[in-house]
């Protein structure tokens, strides 16, 4: 039907020509059988012309079914997803040049595009048959269209048989349901121990104009234990230094006393050295139990019981509890925030005290200072002493460089304002010191 279109399209336009020179045939005919010529000589001019007028018309048939063929070719090949051809280049500037040209660039951009496309959709295969998260894929009837090899795995099962089956038979309904990204204690065939926690997200996309539904599963409950162990083995590290601390001069004096008391004769001044050793067990046993305190209070933290109360009248309260050295408050704007009062006085508190046991080292003083940014309250501590020499381990539970120190003090003051939805920093300043940066959400400015 196309060449039959073509064929019609270019004897429309042959004919076209030959209607275009007919009045001048006719015309030069007219003058050549009135112009008293010989007969020979007008019956050979009239064929001479009647023979040029048609092999000039009829050599527009090539010129035009060849350009339409090679166009055909290409739009065919191009169809077919062949991009191996191309038109033969044309010069000049004319219309049917420019169309070739055109022709041949559009076979490179999607020459182009297509193998960008295989490659990209190779490496997808290769990502989802490497990657250790089970990916599903579930038309709007909830049957399983793609499936990637961790996911065979998880339900210990091969392709051929997953494909095609409902949600509800592999035992991920509920993973289709809810919101978007969840939590599950799921069990499956491929994972051994039972049930674990599963992180589950879902998303959609099209294939082919149908709608899916992806699913991918990851396993939380590895990533849960080992960050537990972690967090296990900082504990007992940390508690263990901190007791071991103690324990070492009790044990130590435990045995010089029990040396000196069966010793025959006593020394004159045994009753001096027993009370000295019995001081020494005393203030470690208070040390160790100031420590089990503070680790008491940092796990148990009570949720806070928020009411507005304004920022300037608690910064003032709190810095003048600090007498060691000078803490100048730089009074920042007028503004509120939904806090509780107690455990904001001791997340204050630890600030201006950490900062002020830093600034005795230089002979220096604190700076408070406050300013409001879109809905939140940004108050910072600033002290002028030797600045951050551990940053690594600043929020580490029971890590200290205070001789006297429980390490505790900051963990528990972040804690606090993450319990407030804020949030704790520290650095130190370029020019020397540190500087406590305490971020909480706040009174809107036009409230």
């Given at each position: 039907?196309?060449?039959?279109?073509?064929?019609?399209?270019?004897?429309?336009?042959?004919?076209?020509?030959?209607?275009?020179?007919?009045?001048?045939?006719?015309?030069?005919?007219?003058?050549?059988?009135?112009?008293?010529?010989?007969?020979?000589?007008?019956?050979?001019?009239?064929?001479?012309?009647?023979?040029?007028?048609?092999?000039?018309?009829?050599?527009?048939?090539?010129?035009?079914?060849?350009?339409?063929?090679?166009?055909?070719?290409?739009?065919?090949?191009?169809?077919?997803?062949?991009?191996?051809?191309?038109?033969?280049?044309?010069?000049?500037?004319?219309?049917?040049?420019?169309?070739?040209?055109?022709?041949?660039?559009?076979?490179?951009?999607?020459?182009?595009?297509?193998?960008?496309?295989?490659?990209?959709?190779?490496?997808?295969?290769?990502?989802?048959?490497?990657?250790?998260?089970?990916?599903?894929?579930?038309?709007?009837?909830?049957?399983l269209r793609l499936v990637n090899r961790a996911a065979e795995r998880l339900l210990a099962q091969p392709?051929?048989?997953?494909?095609?089956?409902?949600?509800?038979?592999?035992?991920?309904s509920q993973c289709l349901e809810g919101e978007t990204r969840t939590v599950l204690q799921l069990s499956?065939?491929?994972?051994?121990?039972?049930?674990?926690?599963?992180?589950?997200?879902?998303?959609?996309?099209?294939?082919?104009?149908?709608?899916?539904?992806?699913?991918?599963?990851?396993?939380?409950?590895?990533?849960?234990?080992?960050?537990?162990?972690?967090?296990?083995?900082?504990?007992?590290?940390?508690?263990?230094?901190?007791?071991?601390?103690?324990?070492?001069?009790?044990?130590?004096?435990?045995?010089?006393?029990?040396?000196?008391?069966?010793?025959?004769?006593?020394?004159?001044?045994?009753?001096?050295?027993?009370?000295?050793?019995?001081?020494?067990?005393?203030?470690?046993?208070?040390?160790?139990?100031?420590?089990?305190?503070?680790?008491?209070?940092?796990?148990?933290?009570?949720?806070?019981?928020?009411?507005?109360?304004?920022?300037?009248?608690?910064?003032?309260?709190?810095?003048?509890?600090?007498?060691?050295?000078?803490?100048?408050?730089?009074?920042?704007?007028?503004?509120?925030?939904?806090?509780?009062?107690?455990?904001?006085?001791?997340?204050?508190?630890?600030?201006?005290?950490?900062?002020?046991?830093?600034?005795?080292?230089?002979?220096?003083?604190?700076?408070?200072?406050?300013?409001?940014?879109?809905?939140?309250?940004?108050?910072?501590?600033?002290?002028?002493?030797?600045?951050?020499?551990?940053?690594?381990?600043?929020?580490?539970?029971?890590?200290?460089?205070?001789?006297?120190?429980?390490?505790?003090?900051?963990?528990?003051?972040?804690?606090?304002?993450?319990?407030?939805?804020?949030?704790?920093?520290?650095?130190?300043?370029?020019?020397?010191?540190?500087?406590?940066?305490?971020?909480?959400?706040?009174?809107?400015?036009?409230?």
């Amino acid at each position: 039907m196309a060449d039959e279109r073509r064929l019609t399209y270019v004897r429309r336009v042959i004919g076209l020509a030959l209607l275009a020179g007919l009045p001048a045939v006719v015309v030069g005919m007219v003058l050549l059988w009135t112009g008293h010529f010989a007969a020979r000589v007008e019956w050979t001019l009239t064929v001479l012309v009647i023979a040029c007028w048609l092999l000039v018309t009829l050599a527009l048939r090539p010129r035009l079914q060849i350009p339409l063929q090679t166009l055909s070719n290409l739009l065919a090949a191009l169809r077919e997803g062949d991009y191996s051809f191309r038109a033969r280049s044309v010069s000049g500037e004319d219309p049917l040049a420019e169309l070739m040209r055109e022709a041949n660039a559009l076979i490179d951009l999607l020459r182009a595009q297509r193998l960008n496309a295989l490659e990209a959709t190779t490496l997808l295969r290769k990502v989802m048959a490497e990657i250790d998260v089970a990916v599903f894929a579930f038309d709007d009837e909830q049957r399983l269209r793609l499936v990637n090899r961790a996911a065979e795995r998880l339900l210990a099962q091969p392709v051929e048989r997953l494909l095609g089956a409902t949600a509800n038979e592999l035992g991920l309904s509920q993973c289709l349901e809810g919101e978007t990204r969840t939590v599950l204690q799921l069990s499956f065939p491929g994972v051994q121990g039972g049930g674990a926690r599963w992180g589950a997200s879902r998303t959609e996309f099209r294939q082919g104009g149908l709608p899916l539904q992806l699913l991918v599963l990851t396993d939380l409950s590895r990533v849960l234990r080992e960050e537990e162990l972690q967090a296990w083995q900082k504990l007992v590290r940390v508690l263990g230094h901190e007791i071991n601390n103690s324990l070492a001069p009790i044990t130590s004096m435990a045995g010089s006393l029990e040396s000196l008391l069966r010793r025959e004769p006593r020394p004159l001044d045994w009753e001096d050295d027993m009370i000295r050793s019995l001081r020494v067990i005393g203030s470690r046993a208070e040390s160790l139990s100031r420590f089990t305190a503070a680790y008491s209070s940092f796990a148990s933290l009570p949720k806070p019981r928020l009411r507005w109360m304004p920022v300037g009248a608690w910064v003032q309260r709190v810095a003048q509890l600090e007498s060691r050295v000078p803490v100048m408050v730089v009074p920042g704007p007028e503004m509120k925030i939904q806090a509780d009062p107690d455990q904001m006085d001791q997340l204050l508190i630890n600030l201006i005290r950490n900062g002020a046991e830093a600034a005795l080292e230089t002979h220096s003083g604190v700076r408070v200072s406050w300013r409001r940014k879109g809905a939140s309250l940004y108050l910072t501590v600033e002290d002028g002493g030797p600045g951050i020499s551990n940053p690594a381990n600043l929020f580490v539970p029971f890590f200290t460089t205070k001789p006297n120190g429980a390490g505790i003090g900051l963990v528990l003051s972040r804690q606090i304002a993450e319990a407030h939805g804020g949030s704790l920093s520290l650095r130190n300043l370029s020019d020397g010191g540190a500087q406590a940066r305490l971020v909480l959400p706040a009174e809107p400015p036009d409230r």
